[in-house]
């Protein structure tokens, strides 16, 4: 089974990639968290420093953009394919507001027939591969109906079908009957991605005779750092490598950037982290008020010291408090 880390913006960054692919390992593909073209056809400094091959040596790398302008994208595509990339994936999937304002992202799934012309461009003059990151709908899931038949139609590399609707965000339901009605239909790949967060879930959410050949996970590797490796039936996570994996992270952001920095950095991964370890409300709490970098390695040091690994380590939802209707 091929198993490949989603992007997360602000989450799964160079840094994050590296450690992750040295200490745990079990991805096949670590997704870069989209860059975004702009009309003067540079990267900025913050694009570059996620795309440089030089910062991704030694991993398997997708890179990402968030665009709805042909131009713009294949100006990407033919950057990327100067700089080793073999293939250039396309967001159509991120539901923040003032993207899909833009037309961007999930955006680009409310109108069905420029989506298609749009990609019948790219997929044709992009001078490498092109995948799709894809949600089933803007608003209501029928509307696969209509976008399935259109990306089945196209050369696309691959689809990664994360299979909620954008106004659900990343909290409302799943429709892995959406992705298994892809496989059926598409001559390409088709990647299921969307609230996997155990070895169960794995092996609950889909139907018992379409097995899925390729997952996309994404908050439940951020939780569970061992999550691929457990999903091939290797080991289940140790408290001392979750404990090792965040001080490998906070050296290695230490290095890089000022203080403040890694602390808001540090903060939101012990986060996900600490969803891994037993009755830990109360000390993950005061570890997400520590104003210092002193007083964060010592909450640090009093969660893993205090708390026990859950039986089962999943991401929480608490966390989340986006709408859904
Ligand atoms: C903080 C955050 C940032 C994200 N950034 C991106 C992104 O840059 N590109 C993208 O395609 N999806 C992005 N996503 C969506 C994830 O890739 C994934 O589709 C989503 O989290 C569902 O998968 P999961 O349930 O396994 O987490 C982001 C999600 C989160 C929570």
Redesign the pocket.
Known sequence: MRLTL???????DAVYRQIHHTMFGGVDAY?I??VTPNQNMVWHSRERNAIAPAVNQGIPVVP?V?CKDAALFLWAAASFRDMGYQEI?L?L??PSGTVTAKGK?SGMLRDAEKLRSFLETVCEKSPIPVSV?TRIGYADRREWDTLLPIYASLPLKEM?V?A?VREAY?KGP?YPACYEAAVALCPFPVTY?????TVSDVKTRFSASMPPASL???????TNPALAREIRGGDALRLSELRAFEEALYDAYSQKHPANVVLGKMREITKYLSWCLEDADRDRRRMLKARSLGEYRDAVSVLFSSHPLKAVPS?MRENENQPWP
Do not use: S
């Not at 991605?193 to 967060?197: C, S």
């Not at 996309?216 to 951020?222: A, D, H, N, P, Y």
């Open positions: 989603a992007p997360m913006e602000g989450l799964t997704y968290p989209f990402q968030l994936n967001n999937g991120c992202g990151k990664i994360h909620r990343y799943v991605n969307g609230d996997l967060f996309m996970l994404g908050r439940g590797i951020f991401y």
